[in-house]
């Protein structure tokens, strides 16, 4: 069993940038797929950016990149998501996922793990 907890959410005004980190209780971290996702309120949680197993792919929505960037630390067992420039269409719940061996699918369906999610509030 695997447990995300992410953590760095907050209300920032638009142009910001925040931090998010997402801890993995897992011995084998490195062999995860790591995903960032989005859901706003009324609406399907979506894919915001990936990470592959071995860390030589990344993938980002379209209108995350030059913007937002995923990556880790596997000697502290976590995954980041910095985003910078932030708009009020950012604001959503963000949730992190993993894949054991994973290519850092976009799609929800592919990863096993979740953490609860941490809100993030763009004000204009």
């Known amino acids: 069993q695997v447990r995300l907890i992410e953590s760095g959410g907050g209300l920032v005004q638009a142009g910001g940038s925040l931090r998010l980190s997402c801890v993995a209780s897992?011995?084998?971290?490195?062999?995860?797929?790591m995903g960032w996702f989005r859901q706003a309120p009324g609406k399907e949680r979506r894919f915001v950016a990936a990470?592959?197993?071995?860390?030589?792919?990344?993938q980002y929505e379209d209108s995350v990149k030059g913007r937002f960037t995923i990556s880790r630390d596997t000697a502290k067992n976590t995954a980041y998501l910095q985003m910078n420039s932030l708009k009020p269409e950012d604001t959503a719940v963000y949730y992190c996922?993993?894949?054991?061996?994973?290519?850092?699918?976009?799609?929800?369906?592919?990863?096993?793990?979740w953490g609860q999610g941490t809100q993030v509030t763009v004000s204009s």
């Open positions: 990470l592959s197993w071995n860390g030589f792919r990344t």
């Open positions: 996922a993993a894949d054991q061996l994973g290519d850092g699918s976009y799609y929800l369906r592919e990863y096993e793990y």
């Open positions: 897992v011995r084998t971290f490195s062999n995860f797929a």
